[in-house]
T-cell receptor, first 114, second 115 residues
């Protein structure tokens, strides 16, 4: 158990809908990262928050947004969903925001857009 | 953009055999990491490498940071059934923006062990 909690584990929805994925980092970790994992693209970094503030942005679509709350949990919002958004979405956390820190991943949310 | 080429893509091995996989790039990396992902779970960090030429072990696993800083290798000795999973290399490129979020992942090596 990595200590990172993600809910829900599975999500099935239709195109055009909006969903929210939730992540609770390990106790004491201030950074939360969101990754998308698909069969053809591998693990793609979406966005990072550190202590409530956006720290780094990767290949995140404009239809996607995230935030980190004062209790440090984070939510990833995916809107106007398309079939191609079907993927495994991982949250990871680390203690700080510096380089070379180890990431601890949650078990992921499997999103299926039908 | 920067890419990591991980090979082989998949492999079947006999229990007890040694396994080797590698990751290469045309760019220079400051850090190399190796993760393992079990079915239904997120990646778990196995080994972290921070210096060119560094050789680090974790039980039966040994990884090396290539001298050119453009590659890394992972070896698993005397494989057992629980070694099954997907192994990912990941690296922090030299021109990273100062955040682990710029970690670049390879596409993985799927390891299957014949009982």
């Amino acid at each position: 158990d990595s200590g990172v909690t993600q809910t829900p584990k599975h999500l099935i929805t239709a195109t055009g809908q909006r969903v929210t994925l939730r992540c609770s980092p390990r106790s004491g970790d201030l950074s939360v990262y969101w990754y998308q994992q698909s069969l053809d693209q591998g693990l793609q970094f979406l966005i990072q928050y550190y202590n409530g503030e956006e720290r780094a942005k990767g290949n995140i679509l404009e239809r996607f947004s995230a935030q980190q709350f004062p209790d440090l949990h984070s939510e990833l919002n995916l809107s106007s969903l398309e079939l191609g958004d079907s993927a495994l979405y991982f949250c990871a956390s680390s203690q700080g925001a510096h380089n070379n820190e180890k990431l601890f991943f949650g078990s992921g949310t499997q999103l299926s857009v039908l | 953009g920067q890419q990591l080429n991980q090979s082989p893509q998949s492999m079947f091995i006999q229990e007890g055999e040694d396994v080797s996989m590698n990751c290469t790039s045309s760019s220079i990396f400051n850090t190399w990491l190796w993760y393992k992902q079990d079915p239904g779970e997120g990646p778990v960090l196995l080994i972290a490498l921070y210096k060119a030429g560094e050789l680090t072990s974790n039980g039966r696993l040994t990884a090396q940071f290539g001298i050119t800083r453009k590659d890394s290798f992972l070896n698993i000795s005397a494989s057992i059934p629980s070694d099954v999973g997907i192994y990912f290399c990941a690296g922090l490129p030299m021109n990273y923006g100062g955040s682990q979020g710029n970690l670049i992942f390879g596409k993985g090596t799927k390891l299957s062990v014949k009982p």
